[in-house]
């Protein structure tokens, strides 16, 4: 039986990718900051770890106690929405902090079992905001296309070793509490100037029906851990 360790499970994409792989019978480490219990279904196959992915001591006490896996999710990330003028530097280091190198330093954790086993699957969920840019996302959008990069160039690193690096890239998800939890980053992120092309970006999404569910950026996370074959990039959900 396969083991595969997700970062940010509490919500989201994290918790819906958790849960389908443990439907599937894997065996699931569902890592999360403040970890509940209640969020997945009780299972022998089940372990919830804490982790704090901009946290070095947490990476590394999670992954010791995780032992050997076979695919890490980064998933873990923070939102932020905002014209430029209105986000902080402070705010910028903290989305960059936990979306990028939150990745690579728990790429780079597991990476000497992975290397050592000559096995291993490494799976980086961005956005598709990378492909396609909408304004008012520039801090958040820079962050996502690092790790892009990042990914493409750290899987030609890693073929001698049999290690596979994939990335899913899901569109916008309102039904997740992702917009929620970014709400405390994005006070005063809209100055005067920029609030007529708020509105119109607001409005346009208001009445766009084409959106991305959180089972498929599950089903896209499965298909890169079990398919060889599959490509280096996959978008996840109806608007990508």
Sequence with gaps: MKTVLVTGCSSGFGLETARY????????????????????PRSEH???????????DSIRRAVEAAGQIDVL???AGIGVLGAL???????????????????????????PQFRLRRA?????????????????????????????????????????????VNLVLPGRAPSTRFGENAQARMRDSIPEAYAGLAKS??????????????VDVAEAVWRAANDASCPLRQTAGADT
């Design 85 to 111: 003028e209105g986000i902080s530097m402070a705010t910028a280091r903290e989305v960059f902090e936990t979306n990028t190198l939150g990745t690579i330093a728990m790429t780079q954790a597991v990476l």
């Design 201 to 214: 970006v607001f409005e346009a999404w208001g009445q766009s029906t084409a959106v991305t569910q959180a």
């Design 21 to 40: 792989f443990l439907d599937r019978d894997w065996k699931v480490i569902a890592t999360m900051r403040t970890p509940r219990e209640d969020l997945l």
């Design 46 to 56: 089940l372990r919830v770890l804490a982790l704090d992915v901009t946290d070095p």
């Design 120 to 164: 291993g699957i490494v799976i980086n969920v961005t956005s598709s905001v990378t492909l396609t840019p909408l304004p008012l996302l520039s801090v958040y959008t820079a962050s996502k296309a690092a790790v892009n990069a990042f990914t493409e160039s750290l899987a030609l690193e890693l073929q001698q070793f049999n290690v596979r």
């Design 73 to 75: 999710v980064n998933n």
